[in-house]
């Protein structure tokens, strides 16, 4: 039986779900074959959710499952996906960070209609490019939020192989009530980001209003210490595909013990690796990090916050025998640490400067969310009245942003990687290939890419649930 066939059976989704509990992927075979095409079924249905004992909660699930399943193709096969919606709320899939013809991008009411409870729409495209990419909800009902989400590795079969893989999913756990605050900016959630991550005192206090609470943190579906517990081997080569999933904040995360090689983008190869003690990941974004094991133990791999639920979002990884071994943790602090940043990654430099963009083709101001304001703004607009990116097939497009507000905004582009060339004022001498970049608070980043995508309508919105369902949405549109 080819490796296409065995997926048409059915057997890639039962791999796929049985891998959520155990995270870890076993690498495919390369016999298959680009002319595969992989079937699949995602059926929506509310579930009740619970990442460990005494956690209970009401969710949505793609196949009874937070996350839905890892997806997984080898680049060149094509998949078709069937969805079914058995939920209440109107629903689409969008695939986050993939290359597609516009209609196949899964934005309701944008490229598709929403699909209704009953209902159904096949997805039919060729995943990619190559790398960790994921698929989620986005029909403006918050439905993504509640469980529709799951990772998608296409891989890439020039990658350097790796001993071990695993795919982390970082989700959390709203409080609707402060999620529905958070709307009308009247939250009354803290701010969760951890020391030394460079926010201030004075903004924590300015950004309180559109903050959400988290009832859970969770990794692949579960609290620490109730997920499936991670076997390494000492000298292994460990590769890491990490998602944030967060319907509205940034995730720092480290390695107990060791530092990570950071080596893809959103799934997009960096330039230059770059070593670290511990990631930033702004919502929607992924990175791929690379780690030795040196020495036996049991570790954790540790999402770090201010928010005292943070420790939940952690999961162990141990060497032959350390099963049940104490894990090793770090503080949850940054001080002092070599943190991923864009700036870090990209490199920066006053000699070598590149020049600044002469002139952008679109300045957008990015503003909104005072206290009891229920509008975020690209231009002092929402959604749909926001102005629109006109762009010309083939033309070189560049995008600046300049953020007004406290809050930092992960920029999302659909259906397109650009070169994220400027942060903060400072050129990057690397560009970083990306589908989304924070733009933090009162500060500024720089995209340009190429506007060779299929014609459409293809939508640029904060990922940050609560800015893009109050209107921190706009779109690029192809004219002829
Ligand atoms: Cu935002």
């Known amino acids: 039986m080819t490796l296409g066939e065995a997926m048409k059976r059915g057997n890639f989704l039962r791999a796929g779900a049985g891998m959520l509990a155990v995270a870890s992927i076993p690498r495919l075979t390369r016999r298959a074959l680009a002319s595969d095409v992989v079937d699949v079924t995602l059926r929506s249905s509310p579930v009740g959710f619970s990442p460990g004992p005494s956690l209970h909660f009401s969710g949505l699930a793609y196949n009874g499952t937070i996350p839905g399943p890892l997806l997984r193709v080898v680049h060149g096969q094509r998949v078709r996906v069937r969805y079914v919606s058995g939920v209440?709320?109107?629903?689409?899939?969008?695939?986050?960070?993939?290359?597609?013809?516009?209609?196949?991008?899964?934005?309701a009411g944008v490229t598709q209609p929403a699909v209704r409870r009953g209902g159904s729409f096949v997805y039919d495209f060729a995943p990619g490019p190559p790398g960790t990419r994921w698929y989620h909800d986005h029909a403006f009902s918050l439905a993504s939020a509640r469980g529709l989400f799951g990772m998608f590795v296409v891989e890439d079969p020039n990658d350097e192989p790796a001993d071990r893989e695993f795919a982390l999913v970082f989700h959390d756990v709203p409080r609707w009530r402060s999620m529905e605050a958070?709307?009308?900016g009247v939250s009354a959630a803290p701010m969760s980001d951890p020391m030394g991550s460079g926010q201030s005192m004075q903004m924590m206090h300015a950004r309180m209003g559109d903050e959400v609470a988290y009832a859970a943190h969770c990794i692949n579906g579960a609290t620490?210490?109730?997920?499936?517990k991670l076997a390494v081997h000492l000298g292994d080569r460990v590769r890491l595909r990490l998602l944030n999933a967060s319907p509205t904040q940034t995730r720092?995360?480290?390695?107990?013990?060791h530092e990570l090689v950071v080596t893809h983008?959103?799934?997009?190869?960096?330039?230059?690796?770059?070593t670290v003690d511990a990631l930033r990941i702004g919502g929607g974004e992924r990175y791929d990090a690379f780690f030795e094991v040196r020495k036996a133990g049991a570790f954790l791999l540790q999402g770090i916050s201010s928010d005292p639920l943070e420790s939940q979002q952690a999961v162990m990884l141990y060497t032959e025998g350390m099963e049940n071994a104490p894990a090793q943790t770090e503080s949850p602090m940054l001080d002092g640490l070599r943190l991923f940043t864009y700036e870090a990654a990209g490199g920066v430099g006053a000699q070598?400067?590149?020049a600044m963009e002469a002139r952008a083709?679109?300045?957008?101001?990015l503003g909104g969310g005072g206290w009891g304001s229920s509008r975020w703004t690209i231009e002092g607009k929402i959604w749909p009245s926001t102005p629109k990116l006109r762009v010309r097939h083939g033309e070189v497009v560049t995008v600046r942003f300049r953020n007004t507000s406290e809050m930092d905004h992960p920029m999302h582009l659909h259906g397109h990687i650009f070169m994220l060339t400027e942060v903060n004022e400072m050129p990057l001498?690397?560009?970083?290939?990306?589908?989304?970049?924070?733009?933090?608070?009162?500060?500024?980043?720089?995209?340009?890419f190429t506007a060779d995508s299929s014609p459409g309508r293809w939508l640029l919105h904060c990922h940050n649930e609560i800015h893009m369902n109050d209107g921190m949405m706009t779109e690029l549109v192809y004219i002829t």
Do not use: C, F
């Open 224 to 228: 620490y210490p109730n997920g499936k």
């Open 88 to 107: 209440n709320v109107p629903t689409s899939i969008h695939w986050h960070g993939m290359l597609l013809p516009n209609d196949m991008d899964g934005a």
């Open 182 to 184: 958070a709307m009308q």
């Open 252 to 257: 720092y995360v480290r390695l107990a013990g």
């Open 429 to 448: 001498l690397r560009p970083l290939a990306k589908d989304g970049s924070l733009v933090s608070a009162n500060g500024t980043a720089t995209w340009r």
């Open 361 to 365: 083709t679109y300045d957008l101001v």
């Open 265 to 274: 983008a959103d799934g997009n190869p960096l330039a230059q690796a770059l």
């Open 352 to 354: 070598t400067k590149p």
